[in-house]
Nanobody, 122 residues
Framework: HVQLVESGGGSVQAGGSLRLSCAAS?????MGWFRQAPGKEREGVAA????????VYADSVKGRFTISRDNAKNTVYLQMNSLKPEDTAMYFC???????????????????WGRGTQVTVS
């Protein structure tokens, strides 16, 4: 069983930056960052392959967000630049299991979830 803990959220002005971190309790396979705003469905923001060599992004964050990972530290990051008010949401990291699909950023493809960290952009 994988435990995930997110950190790095906070309040920032539009145009600012934040870096989210997700610490895993053990080695993980493909990982993703998701977000959920009040009254909206959870959406996949970015995902990264086990080795870190492949990444995918939602169109709404391409060119502004960067997902990366440090497998030696069992940690995944989400660097968020040029933040907009519409980026305001609870951000969750998630881990898939071996062999599961990951590059379509679907909630159902990820088995383990953190509790989230709030990002507020004003």
């Amino acid at each position: 069983h994988v435990q995930l803990v997110e950190s790095g959220g906070g309040s920032v002005q539009a145009g600012g930056s934040l870096r989210l971190s997700c610490a895993a309790s053990t080695y993980t396979y493909n990982m993703g960052w998701f977000r959920q705003a009040p009254g909206k469905e959870r959406e996949g923001v970015a995902a990264i392959s086990t080795g870190g060599g492949a990444t995918v992004y939602a169109d709404s964050v391409k060119g502004r967000f960067t997902i990366s990972r440090d497998n030696a530290k069992n940690t995944v990051y989400l660097q968020m630049n040029s933040l907009k008010p519409e980026d305001t949401a609870m951000y969750f990291c998630a881990a898939s299991v071996l062999g599961a699909s990951w590059d379509k950023r679907r909630v159902a493809d990820f088995a383990y979830w953190g509790r989230g960290t709030q990002v507020t952009v004003s």
